[in-house]
């Protein structure tokens, strides 16, 4: 019984550190060295990156009509 709650004790410990330093790690890529974007900058980077998207699709559609305008009338 002892040993179980001192191995439990220890798995908490290590799980907490690991969360602790995945924490510090993020924030030091985000904020002193520039090489990890922040959540905000990352969610405008894929909110552009959909609105790109789906203005490929509107232009496809586009160009597919004019080219079937376009060979019809030949």
């Not at 908490?12 to 090489?35: K, M, Y």
């Not at 552009?48 to 586009?62: F, H, I, P, S």
């Amino acid at each position: 019984m002892v040993l179980e709650s001192i191995f439990r004790a220890g798995q908490r410990w290590h799980e907490e550190t690991l969360a602790t330093l995945q924490l510090n790690i993020a924030e030091f890529l985000q904020d002193e060295t520039r090489d990890l974007p922040s959540i905000i900058e990352a969610e405008m980077f894929y909110e552009q990156v959909t609105k790109l998207q789906c203005d490929e699709l509107v232009l496809t559609e586009k160009l597919n009509r004019l080219t079937a305008q376009t060979t019809e009338g030949n």
